[in-house]
């Protein structure tokens, strides 16, 4: 994404990765903060910022939203895969 970024700008209107550097720290650490990866205190500003940034909000959303997406499907091919052993 950040590629293209920077070839088209932002891809979210109100969040420039380009020149916000805490805008551009929370969306590299979405991924960590859904596993339970960050430290504590890097979690809590992480939250802090998505409550004051809405399109950092709308990124969080959908990378949860895709993480949600490829759990399910590789629950429902571990269960098919099981399914065909038995």
Known sequence: MRHI???RGPAIPG???TRDTECAATRAALADYLRY???PG?????????????ACMRVFVDVRES???STAAA???RRAALARAS
Request: charged letters at 30%; aromatic letters at 4%; glycine letters at 8%.
């Open 37 to 39: 990866r960050l430290l």
């Open 75 to 77: 629950t429902t091919t």
């Open 15 to 17: 969040c420039d990765t």
């Open 42 to 54: 890097r979690g809590r500003r992480l939250e802090d910022h998505l409550v004051g940034c809405v």
């Open 5 to 7: 970024e920077a070839v």
């Open 67 to 69: 993480a949600w997406t």
